[in-house]
């Protein structure tokens, strides 16, 4: 089967060569689709944007960063160049003092004088007389007792006994005992080296008589009745107290009546003279 040619079109067809000799005439304009813009969209023109500055800020901290560093390392690399410093000799030449005699005499007195009392408290206190017995369960020869033994003989336990853990107390001694419608107590109590002031403080904060002239202490005696704790049993009391060093003695005696001045200062007296 065969076709015959189609004659190109109009549209297809090149345009037709000028022939030799005739002037070139100038071209058709082509015509383009004109170009949209903003007025004919009624969208608004943007402004302009004018030339991007560099900031401030920006230039600052980027000039101090590169500053920082640089120097950081220009004086890492000058301290690296340096000889290293040598150190000083760890150990020095000791104090050298002259030689001289010891003088025995002097060195005595400047050491720390021994404790006025030391040893066993116990061969220190006095003995219940003949014909005593002994005051319920307190111990009727001398013996060692506790701080919280001692808070017990007291109205104020627990006072006394922190007052007594917080003040230098090191140890103590006691005796007891019944005799007729009296009742004696007599206490050794010992604080420590340090503490003295402490040990005189309990003869303070009240008016006493003197037992004997030479003592650091006194006695007292009550005039009026005192009751036993937890009964209604009344009693009079009297004791005396006095300090030696780190030591406080204490006589208290009880009675059913009023106390005789006489039988206690005779107490005090007796047990003062086996502390000096």
């Not at 340096?82 to 400047?110: C, E, F, I, M, N």
């Not at 009745?225 to 300090?243: H, K, L, M």
């Amino acid at each position: 089967m065969t076709t015959d040619p189609v004659a190109p079109s109009p549209v297809d067809a090149p345009p037709p060569t000028p022939p030799a000799g005739a002037p070139d005439l100038p071209s058709a304009p082509s015509e383009a689709a004109p170009e949209a813009t903003p007025e004919a969209t009624g969208e608004a023109t943007p402004p302009a944007r004018g030339p991007r500055r560099p900031r401030p800020v920006l230039l600052l901290v980027s000039g101090l960063v590169l500053g920082t560093v640089a120097g950081g390392g220009v004086g890492y690399a000058i301290q690296a160049n340096r000889p290293p410093t040598p150190l000083p000799p760890v150990q020095v030449a000791l104090p050298s003092y002259p030689a001289g005699a010891l003088d025995p005499a002097v060195a005595a007195a400047a050491a720390p004088s021994p404790l006025a009392i030391d040893g066993d408290l116990r061969k220190l206190l006095l003995s219940a007389p003949s014909g005593s017995s002994a005051w319920d369960d307190y111990p009727d020869t001398p013996s060692w007792v506790t701080a919280g033994e001692l808070a017990e003989h007291e109205g104020r336990t627990a006072a006394v006994f922190k007052q007594l853990n917080t003040r230098g107390f090191r140890r103590a001694v006691e005796i007891d005992w019944k005799q007729g419608d009296l009742k004696v107590r007599v206490s050794l109590i010992q604080y420590t080296a340090d503490r003295a002031a402490e040990a005189a403080a309990r003869t303070l904060g009240r008016p006493l008589e003197p037992f004997v002239p030479e003592a650091n202490g006194g006695y007292e005696v009550d005039s009026t009745a005192s009751y036993w704790a937890e009964t209604t049993e009344p009693f009079y009391g009297a004791d005396a107290v006095a300090q030696r060093g780190t030591v406080v003695m204490e006589v208290k005696v009880f009675g059913t009546r009023p106390v005789s001045p006489e039988l206690l200062k005779d107490l005090a007296k007796r047990q003062w003279e086996r502390l000096v």
